[in-house]
């Protein structure tokens, strides 16, 4: 069994002056995934979309994610917490972000965008959807070094499995980096791939929707559940629930690319 390293959640003390691991994970992102988005509009250059306008779109990408995560995880998941405690709402260096919340504001961000600006929606998601993987993995790693959103309780014998001690002295999955590497690395790897000599309309879209709500539903059998619900036969988790509709679409993006590839 490994012990659970016990990170300090504040990477940088200046006075009083805090940086978050969080926070450093969601400025990396955005640059990073910036940094990328603009690579692919350069080098896959369709309806306008040029890299100057990929700048301004992400001020809008950045206000979907950090209003629509938050939003959604407080719609999502902790509700009864922020009607009780409602200034709680500010305290995003805490964490308690959802990605599907975020997902849809960005969804709404890019939609927003591409009809104030006249270029096609779908062309501008074909060349966000492959940098989104490289903010999951850093935020992730983020959810790791803060010890938040732990594992299932495992078998002992289990080569990795690890002691969280600010939670129990159980030994668990450490399903956060589970996620890191199959919602982050093994996606973004498939994605780039995929983008490396040029981007069939819809493809890059339904591959992320369709990888994502794979990993996400895979690995949340390995993390402890927030909410379970229970239908019928089958145990959903409030992860793997949100990931279906996002499965179904990517599937039926994916169908839409195999024809326009045609």
């Not at 964490?95 to 600006?117: D, E, N, P, T």
């Not at 450490?174 to 590497?181: E, T």
């Not at 995929?194 to 990888?211: A, D, E, H, S």
Request: aromatic letters at 12%.
């Amino acid at each position: 069994m490994l012990l659970f390293p016990n990170f300090n959640p504040i990477a940088v003390q200046l006075g009083p002056i805090s940086i978050h691991w969080y926070g450093i994970a969601y400025v990396t992102a955005f640059l990073l995934g910036l940094s990328f988005t603009k690579y692919l509009a350069k080098k896959h250059p369709a309806g306008g979309i040029t890299q100057d306008k990929i700048e301004s779109l992400f001020t809008y990408v950045i206000l979907g994610v950090i209003l629509g995560g938050r939003l959604g995880y407080i719609l999502f998941y902790n509700l009864d917490h922020y009607m009780a405690a409602p200034l709680d709402v500010l305290k995003v260096w805490q964490g308690g972000m959802s990605f599907h919340g975020g997902f849809l504001g960005v969804v709404i961000a890019l939609a927003w965008f591409a009809w104030k600006h006249q270029v096609n929606v779908i062309d501008l998601g074909d060349r966000v959807a492959p940098a989104v993987p490289i903010g999951l993995f850093l935020g992730r790693m983020a959810n790791f070094i803060t010890g938040a959103l732990v594992g299932r309780v495992t078998s002992p014998n289990l080569p990795w499995s690890m002691i969280f001690p600010h939670v129990d002295l159980y030994p668990r999955h450490p399903s956060q980096l589970y996620q890191a590497g199959l919602e982050g690395l093994v996606l973004f790897a498939l994605l780039v791939l995929t983008t490396r000599k040029r981007i069939v309309r819809y493809q890059p879209i339904g591959i992320f929707l369709t990888g994502y709500a794979l990993a996400r539903i895979f690995t949340e059998v390995f993390r402890t559940p927030e909410i379970t619900h229970n239908l019928g036969i089958l145990q959903l988790t409030q992860g793997q629930l949100l990931s279906l509709p996002m499965l179904a679409l990517g599937l039926y993006f994916l169908h839409l690319s195999c024809r326009t590839s045609k």
